[in-house]
């Protein structure tokens, strides 16, 4: 007990550092039942995924994704922080792993009714709460330590990932290591090579 409680704790305070199911749709607003949920799709160099986001729930969080995704700037970053078990992270960083330069600050979305379960995406931050700005994190595994009230503010959900979770599983069981001072970074690396919006039908 003690142990998991350690590793927990070490998990979320690296995830500061380097900054399933959602609502069930009976919650789901009049308007959001009126036009579909936005969805993207990333390719990568381990393979293609595709996420159904969530307006309806974290507004603020979705807008600010889907800019990065529509203005190209995800293109060309990887993932740089993998641990098997836990969750994969990306958004931030190119392939030399110089930092990518972002937006404002966005403000913290988190509800206790959009957990961190396996398959969810979620933004990362910095142990400031309204601090995410492009990176986010897909969870590998239902991390209920992240949710918002089990330890503070928690993490913000705001969608999950509908096709190719294998590909998620593969990008989190690559070979990882330091570099640049910078722990759990994949040998080889998992490049984002295209986000794009999935254009919805009238």
């Known amino acids: 007990m003690a142990t998991s409680l350690k590793r927990s704790s070490l998990l979320m305070s690296t995830l500061f550092v380097m900054a399933g199911a959602l609502l069930p749709a009976s919650q789901v607003s009049a308007e959001t039942q009126d036009s579909p949920l936005p969805e993207v799709r990333f390719v990568t160099t381990e393979g293609a995924f595709v996420l159904q986001l969530r307006p309806d729930v974290a507004p603020k969080t979705v807008e600010n994704f889907l800019s990065y995704v529509n203005s190209d700037f995800y293109d060309g970053t990887v993932f740089h922080r993998v641990i098997p078990g836990f969750m994969v992270q990306g958004g931030g960083f190119d392939e030399k792993l110089e930092r990518q330069q972002t937006q404002a600050p966005i403000p913290n979305e988190a509800k206790p009714t959009l957990p961190n379960l396996r398959g969810t995406i979620a933004m990362a931050r910095t142990n400031a709460p309204d601090s995410a700005t492009s990176q986010f994190f897909i969870n590998v595994a239902n991390n209920d330590f992240l949710n918002a009230g089990v330890r503070g503010p928690g993490y913000a959900v705001f969608g999950k990932v509908t096709e190719g979770m294998g590909v998620i599983d593969r990008i989190a069981s690559v070979q990882t290591g ?25």
Do not use: K
């Open 178 to 202: 330091r570099q640049r001072g910078m722990a759990d970074v994949p040998v080889t690396p998992v490049v984002i090579e295209l986000a794009e919006q999935i254009a919805q039908d009238d």
